[in-house]
């Protein structure tokens, strides 16, 4: 089974709190991630609101995949590993979330995801670090606009 990792660091001129607000903001998702076509959080935490679980339905250059994640959420981030999927087998991911200054914020975005499908290495590695890319970008826009 093909496992595929991209990690990728990039400075966000908004405070932390700012940040992260956004990326637990699950439900939104599908606004700033291109290849996020729907998300909705399946459960929230009872004590904090935070989502708990939640179904997406992305885009792929294989076709069109839906998966559940369950998150756990940290002070400087937030981590999330799959529950199930139909492409991929697996997925884990991690936001981690540092003050630079009180209006900048280092974000380290780390993906894996575990699939099946029958694609050569370095097209697959381009496929994420694609994925990564396009989520940082669009991470940048929503929270500097």
Do not use: C
Not at 42 to 57: M, S, V
Not at 68 to 74: A, D, E, I, Q, V
Not at 94 to 123: A, M, R
């Amino acid at each position: 089974m093909p496992t595929d990792s991209a990690t990728r660091t990039v400075r966000v001129h908004a405070p932390l709190a700012t940040v992260l607000a956004t990326i637990r903001d699950v439900n939104s998702q599908a606004e700033w991630i291109p290849e996020i076509r729907e998300a909705a959080v399946l459960e929230a935490d009872e004590r904090t609101g935070l989502p708990a679980t939640a179904r997406f339905t992305a885009s792929a250059p294989v076709g069109t995949d839906s998966y559940t994640l369950r998150y756990r959420h940290r002070d400087d981030g937030m981590s999330w590993s799959m529950v199930q999927g139909r492409l991929q087998t697996g997925q884990e991911g991690n936001y981690q979330l540092d003050e630079i200054t009180p209006d900048t914020t280092s974000v380290t975005y780390q993906l894996t995801i575990h699939h099946n499908l029958p694609l050569p290495g370095f097209i697959r590695g381009r496929i994420i670090r694609g994925l990564v890319d396009s989520t940082l970008t669009g991470l940048q826009k929503r929270v500097e606009s």
